[in-house]
């Protein structure tokens, strides 16, 4: 079992995974990887967080971004999400994607490229 | 059995619905209309996607707007999608979460707030 | 007689063609590829989409992107668009351009730079 | 014979023209007046720019604005183009679609919904 | 003792909070409210939130929007902030500056005007 | 005695410039070049505008481009502006700065960076 | 003889002017007020502020917003320039304007519609 | 005694800041250098700033750029903002954060990454 699970919507966001994950590593916090889109591995992804003891979500995801706000309706744990800067747009897109949820799924919205600040909003999670 | 299903991601969406099914009226497509959310009912949404035998899917959502995407992952048909000025953005986040897809799921976006031209797309691609 | 024409606005728009011809080829669509500007050459883009057999319009284009809504009003079959991000602006110009399409004159708005969708869109269509 | 032929893309335009319309009537200068959509009208558009014996063009047109572009392509005259905030963006969409035109198709932009400085424009040219 | 400290940068902000608050209510979940300006009450805030046995603090501010900042820059708490669109811009300055905080100082962003996931994200955190 | 005056508002404008020359002189239009900045040489530029024999002015400046404005307000004749990509925006300041001006003082924007067009746009004014 | 200058580059911007007036009322800080514009009174506007006495100045303008900038090349005093929401972007335009001022002409930008900050500042000036 | 403090969010802001250094040194101002966070580093901020006897202070930072209004808040001196383009939207997270403070606490904002005329303005403030 571990503390978190860190989810990226495609291999490509290797990068900003790893910003996470070198700071959950400093902080001694257990987590999963796993590459799964919310749109290209919908069952996947269900099965998935449905299934994790994880206790908090990462989710890492550019463009149009639904991963962040497809696990938070999937589990009633905090969800983190950072937009990443995929495509022309410098990340706006992955931004506005995932900051703007509708009432009722909240999810957790860090600065784009940032997975170091996802991490360290888990950590403050996990140490209430 | 319909020609078009119509699916809204928020009882607000009233009036980009009717823009859409004014349309469907007139040229005489038959269509199905549900209120469902990609966030708050992923299960009836994917229930009702898997089972439809509409050949198109307009899809109407707002802000982070993930319906039309999660829609597209669920079916193989052709899938439309409606930005709505639902926030004070002006829609701007509902049209780039809609156009902006990763590659493999797409979806066939038309203007903010524009039920109309999803209708006339949809009778496009029907009368092939 | 083919089933989708390809139309690029510009020959630099050359990488987002590919892109949408190399999933053309892997689905075994056939298609025509021509280069004919909206503004430069809007006689013969004009006679091309008339006398044009294909089923499908793939119309790729960047900056103010006029070419995929002057092809929708050319013919009734379905258009799809393809942003090209060709300027300073990383493309949202014609994102905007494609998208924001007058009422009765639809255009299917893919991502920026974004031609494999444009394909996969094309042959949901096709297979209807 | 007129000056000036003024173009609007939609009915609904009518303020911006009449901006226009009454700067020009102040100046003495004669001006015919239509609607004709790039999008709806293509070919009365054509028909009517080339037997305009006008010497510059103001267009007038909001959404994604083709209609200054068009125009730009069926005449060697001046054409000036004002973007119109028809939709949700503010007119963000249109003052791009009609400044950022390709290479040899210049169309003259003046500033959102102002239909004043497009006569003032044409007037500076016509006094040359 | 409450569970959770919500701190509106401006009287302004009332409508925003009520969202908050109506769900926390709704929630059984205890809180605190206090009107503290990262600029104005520099001092109050810091003695506030450092003396506060809040688990969670909801921020909520708008324009330039430091107030989420500089709370979770004087607590090792979970912050979370929701950017309020109180000028001409739709809240666009606030959710940049709400999101985009510098690494090691996270803050948890939700949507523009979104009070109410701001309670519903609190609530997840507190029911872990 | 020359058709077009040509001013740019600084000597990194220099590779716009040439797109505007470069078609002034495949059409055998003759030009005179200054480099005078509307905030760092304002009596030189007033002078030069005012002395001007040329028909039309094409003026190329970046960040908050007042150039076009400024020679505008200095002359009847008529004004092209030509938004450059000067800083970390893309040229989106310069764009509105240039195409955004206050009625009664027209300036003809261009594209940004597109000095050919600004060109193409005085040679159709002096074949009028 | 006054402590500040405030120009307004129209009469339209009366409310912001206010709120930069009611300030230095409060604050006994004399001050001149005109409504004087970059662009249409360029030679009146040079002559006030090279014959002002005042000590700062607070420039307020929309659109294009050139007058603070042309006032600062115009001065060696400190100028400080409000951006006012004039058109449909929501003073976005001005504020670029303002603030993207070429190197060795400063201009201090405060918020858009701020004229409040406007006085703040110039009596933090004023005081030191 | 210096005349300017020059305050760094991030050591990563050198370019900026030597952009300003430079400016003063030419103008025989003298300054002292600091890098210190509003985020990570508030106490040993308010330290320098209350005990800084500087005349005027330049801040320059990026993304959510809370330090120029946090200075102001700690200060009645003048508060120049820098906005420096950190992360991948160009600078125009730091502008908006910069600009839009709220009433009455002034921040004097300069252009995206403008040190030399952060620099400018410090001068023309010094010489009053």
């Known amino acids: 079992m571990v503390d978190v699970a860190v989810i990226a919507g495609s291999a490509s966001d ?3 995974v790893s910003k996470a994950t070198i700071v959950l590593d400093e902080e001694s916090i257990t987590y999963d990887f796993q590459v799964l889109s919310a749109h290209r ?3 996947e992804l269900a099965t998935y ?7 908090v979500f990462i989710t890492i995801a550019g463009l149009s971004a639904a991963l962040p706000g497809v696990v938070a309706s999937l ?3 905090p969800v983190i999400g950072v937009p990443v800067a995929a495509g022309t747009l410098g990340g706006l897109d ?3 994607a995932i900051a703007q ?3 009722g799924v909240p999810v957790a919205c860090v600065g784009i490229g940032n997975g170091a ?3 360290h909003l888990a950590v403050r999670i996990l140490k209430m």
Chains 1, 2, 3, 4, 5, 6, 7, 8 share one sequence.
């Open 117 to 119: 600040n996802a991490a």
């Open 41 to 43: 591995d919908p069952e």
């Open 75 to 77: 589990t009633e744990k």
């Open 14 to 16: 290797g990068e900003i």
């Open 49 to 55: 967080v449905k299934n994790s003891e994880a206790k």
């Open 101 to 103: 949820m509708p009432r």
């Open 94 to 96: 992955a931004l506005l």
